[in-house]
């Protein structure tokens, strides 16, 4: 009796397996996948993808000065202005996590009030 059980369950497991691999199999390489993926790639190498720290939103020359702190503060942390009229914002790091982001937003908050942390691409 329990041999027999035994056998069911290791059929139906054999049987729903090599269903399942089949299906992820083909789902892989289906084109229309490959074609989405590498949609998803181009954008993100145009757009950017992830998230930066935004230390600062306001005046030109408050903005520059804001940017060499911190660069002499995090020297090995990627710093950018970015103009958006009227306004100049101070952006750094890059973290394809909100967490990791986070986790920065913390150690920057020490020497930066009012920072925030912003997707890239918007």
């Known amino acids: 009796m329990k041999s027999t059980l ?6 139906v497991s054999l049987v729903f397996g090599t269903t399942t691999l089949s299906a992820q199999n083909s789902t892989n390489s289906s084109e229309e996948i490959k074609r989405l ?14 998230y930066k ?3 600062y939103n306001g005046r030109e ?6 940017q060499a702190q911190f660069k002499i503060l995090y020297p090995r942390v990627y710093s950018r202005l ?3 009229a009227p306004e100049w914002k101070v952006q750094v790091g890059n973290y394809k996590t909100k967490l990791d982001a986070d986790r920065a937003l913390l150690i920057f908050q020490k020497e930066f009030s ?3 942390v912003v997707p890239m691409g918007k």
């Open 114 to 116: 009012g920072i925030i």
């Open 37 to 50: 993926v590498e949609k998803k790639r181009s954008y993100d190498k145009a757009v950017g993808f992830g």
């Open 6 to 11: 035994f056998l069911k369950i290791l059929f």
């Open 61 to 66: 020359t408050t903005a520059k000065r804001k």
């Open 53 to 55: 720290i935004q230390i």
């Open 82 to 84: 970015v103009y958006n």
